[in-house]
């Protein structure tokens, strides 16, 4: 963006435009994003002034600056804008000089020079600015600024300040959650929970073994759940009580498609011949954006001892052919079988969800 994109522009305007560009250099320099760009309004009256409009030099940034030693200035080194401006003698006694100025082909390389020459400049040994880069809070930031010297007038601080406030300028500083997600990766998720059939007094439990599969799937869904919520993920739990198993289905569906949602999870418990044993997951299609969730799932209870059967495709369950979401079914062992009831005795319901949790949203 150039300065005289700004010239007609309302302050309103000009700060909705130049906002993101401060955010953005904060990103990368660690210079608050509030005070530099009080700082571009004050120094360059709005990016009107004659230095920004003819060099796009927002912040008087002169040719040679602090020794040019410090790193990473975005200036070409060679243009120059030369202007008169004023220097006071002994602090008082007012004179004019032609002075060259650095001009840039954009205001984002004037922030970014700035920003620079702020993280960079030394007083000796020492950094002019230490302790600025990464400082939140603006007014700590401009006392620094005035302790390194950068204006010799202390009316200079209190006049960003004024401008900071009365335009509500830190809604362009960068969000400390923000950054912590960013680096964390630990996206939230919206998740639909549900366990299978109704309530084992209902007209529809699921099937029964040596434990009862809806008495315990419920346990384990809403334990899922809590665990899930306390991850800071928002949860929907969706099982239901139906009429009979048709009614209980289209039941479950219709709460779960009330929200928009990442994933669809059911937990259910597997029946057969008192044989088979182990945990399977299930899901819709093999390109179903819920497979690396279904993976991360059945890994996790092999872990926990449960022979692996693994995740298997399939597409005539109305819970996964119906639901709007990416959604999966986890079998977790058989209700019928003598071994896999007695590690899930020995393991407790909590460690089943919480491997399950671990296999939607790991803690990172
Ligand atoms: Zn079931």
Known sequence: MKAIELKGLTPDKIITKIGPLFTAD??????????????????????????AQKANNCFGMKKNLSGNTWAGST?????????????????????????AFRKY????????DHSAYLNGAMNGSVKRYAGLKGCKDYKQALGIIRAGGYATSSQY??????????YNLT??????????????????????????????????????????????????????????KKRGHKVHKCTSNGKNSRDNLQRIV???????????????????????????????????????????????????????????????????????????????????NRGDCNLYKKLGYKKIAKAIADGIAPVK
């Open 254 to 336: 219709t709460k779960c498609n009330k929200h928009k949602v990442d994933l669809d999870v059911s937990i259910h418990l597997n029946c057969y011949n008192k044989s088979a044993h182990g945990t399977e997951t299930l899901i819709f299609s093999s390109d179903s954006k819920a497979k690396p969730y279904a993976k991360r799932i059945d890994a996790n209870l092999t872990k926990l001892g449960f022979t692996d059967r693994g995740v298997k495709v399939r597409n005539d369950l109305y819970v996964l052919r119906r639901t709007n979401a990416p959604a999966l079914l986890v079998e977790t062992f058989f209700c019928d």
């Open 171 to 228: 809604r362009f500083d960068v969000k400390e959650e923000a950054k912590k997600k960013e680096k964390k990766g630990t996206k939230k998720m919206k998740i639909n929970v549900h366990a299978g059939h109704t309530k084992q007094s209902g007209n529809a439990p699921g099937a029964s073994g040596i434990v009862h599969e809806s008495v315990e799937d419920r346990k384990i869904a809403n334990e899922l759940i809590k665990i899930l």
């Open 157 to 166: 601080g209190r006049d960003v300040i004024k401008i900071i406030e009365q």
């Open 75 to 99: 200036w070409d080194k060679k243009s120059v804008y030369e202007k008169v401006t004023a220097e006071y003698k002994n602090g008082k006694d007012k004179y004019y000089i032609k002075a």
């Open 26 to 51: 904060q990103k990368k320099s660690g210079i608050l994003a509030s005070m530099s760009m009080g700082q571009f309004i004050l120094e360059s009256g709005w990016g009107k002034s004659e230095l």
């Open 105 to 112: 082909s954009s205001i984002e390389l004037s922030i970014a």
